[in-house]
């Protein structure tokens, strides 16, 4: 507010200088035109600083908006990366059914060690926040599963997920992956 004051101030010693440069030349004293002169200064300097708290708002709003797209940015960074790996996953996942399901020799060291590099794979992907869409008896969510065909199972199965035909995924609670599933109707 003094900032203001002291404009106003400057702008009424101003009109004042003009009247007494009038006044000492020997004419009349625009007393009207000098009023009217400050009034649109004033009109003039309140407008200017109401656009420049304008501007200082959208710039911080601005600024706000960047940082908060940088930090999702860093929070999401390696999704292409997790997402392209999931594949693998779902090949573990099938290695080790088919190993538990055949009569091979040396069978129990072969699924012994299938088992160890998946556990540990999915130990990186937890330690990444990276983790699987629970379906098994879960109610039918579009953000989460991705209905691929639906199965008549009874009232009390509807909208239920029956099956999951692929493993859902979420890098945080971004989902990367839909889970594929069958929906009870």
Same mark, same amino acid.
Request: hydrophobic share 40%.
């Given at each position: ?20 440069? %009038? ?14 002169? $400050? ?5 003039? $300097? ?101 209905? $691929?065909? %639906? ?13 999951? %035909? ?8 971004? $989902? ?10």
């Amino acid at each position: 507010m003094a900032k203001k004051e002291h404009k106003e101030k400057e702008l009424q010693d101003g009109a004042e200088r003009l009247q007494d440069a %009038t006044l000492q030349d020997g004419a009349e004293a625009p007393v009207e035109e000098g009023v009217d002169e $400050v009034e649109a200064l004033k009109e003039r $300097v309140a407008e200017l600083e109401d656009k420049n708290l304008r501007m200082m708002a959208e710039f911080d709003n601005y600024r706000k908006r960047t940082n908060k797209e940088k930090l999702d940015l860093m929070a999401t960074a390696g999704e292409r990366i997790f997402k392209d790996m999931l594949p693998l996953v779902d090949d573990f996942e099938r290695a080790l059914a088919s190993i538990n399901g055949a009569n091979i020799d040396n069978g129990d060291a072969l699924l012994n060690g299938v088992q160890l590099i998946y556990q540990k794979f999915i130990a990186f992907l937890a330690a990444n926040d990276v983790h699987a869409i629970e379906t098994e008896g879960a109610d039918f969510n579009t953000d989460e599963h991705e209905a $691929v065909t %639906t199965f008549a199972a009874g009232e009390d199965k509807k909208g239920k997920v029956i099956d999951c %035909t692929q493993k859902g995924y979420k890098l945080g609670e971004k $989902v990367i992956r839909f889970a594929k599933v069958v929906v009870g109707e």
